[in-house]
T-cell receptor, first 111, second 117 residues
């Protein structure tokens, strides 16, 4: 079945440093979603990328979808303590009810 | 809208007991899913449904049953609880609009934290 892998598993940064997490799928994806889960919370949808090579920005967050639609990245510029949490990528399979999630990258930010 | 609601928030079971985790959504979403999340790990799909009356197995279905008699509700039943089922359980709903970039955004409930002793 489809596998989605994320690296790194953990990232510790000093506040103000940049952060990047990478997501790789074993199969070509029709789209990819990114979610953020705060400690003790539930995953919250951040964004969906659909087109090959697509780049989207949300303030300090930049999301990219690879040309082959098998990989993606999330980059945070100048991290803040509010960025703490686990970032997941997810790729849908045959329908919207079934998605494969990566294991996530847990970001901690030292003030 | 309340979004996706889950009850209970916390539950402790003894091995062998059964129980039902409740999930409801008021967004008229056709798709609903159950995931479990173990400490430090990602989300693993247990069961999902593409509409009322239709369910299918995910990655880790053993020990769990689901049914979808209405669009709004998607309960998850633990048949005979085992310590390996200690986890956080998330219910999610989603929708797609074919032709409009197939929007797959999932809305998650707050989770049920289950401990089996």
């Amino acid at each position: 079945g489809q596998q989605v892998m994320q690296i790194p598993q953990y990232q510790h940064v000093q506040e103000g440093e940049d952060f990047t997490t990478y997501c790789n799928s074993s199969t070509t994806l029709s789209n990819i979603q990114w979610y953020k889960q705060r400690p003790g919370g539930h995953p919250v949808f951040l964004i969906q990328l659909v087109k090959s090579g697509e780049v989207k920005k949300q303030k300090r967050l930049t999301f990219q979808f690879g040309e082959a639609k098998k990989n993606s990245s999330l980059h945070i510029t100048a991290t803040q303590t509010t960025d703490v949490g686990t970032y997941f990528c997810a790729g849908p399979e045959t329908n919207a009810g079934k998605s494969t999630f990566g294991d996530g990258t847990t970001l901690t930010v030292k003030p | 809208n309340a979004g996706v609601t889950q009850t209970p928030k916390f539950q402790v079971l003894k091995t062998g007991q059964s129980m039902t985790l409740q999930c409801a959504q008021d967004m008229n979403h056709e798709y609903m899913s159950w995931y479990r999340q173990d400490p430090g790990m990602g989300l693993r799909l247990i069961h999902y449904s593409v509409g009322a009356g239709i369910t299918d197995q995910g990655e880790v279905p053993n020990g769990y049953n689901v049914s979808r008699s209405t669009t709004e509700d998607f309960p998850l039943r633990l048949l005979s609880a085992a310590p390996s089922q200690t986890s956080v359980y998330f219910c999610a709903s989603s929708y797609s609009i074919p032709g409009l970039a197939n929007k797959y955004e999932q809305y998650f409930g707050p989770g049920t934290r289950l401990t089996v002793t």
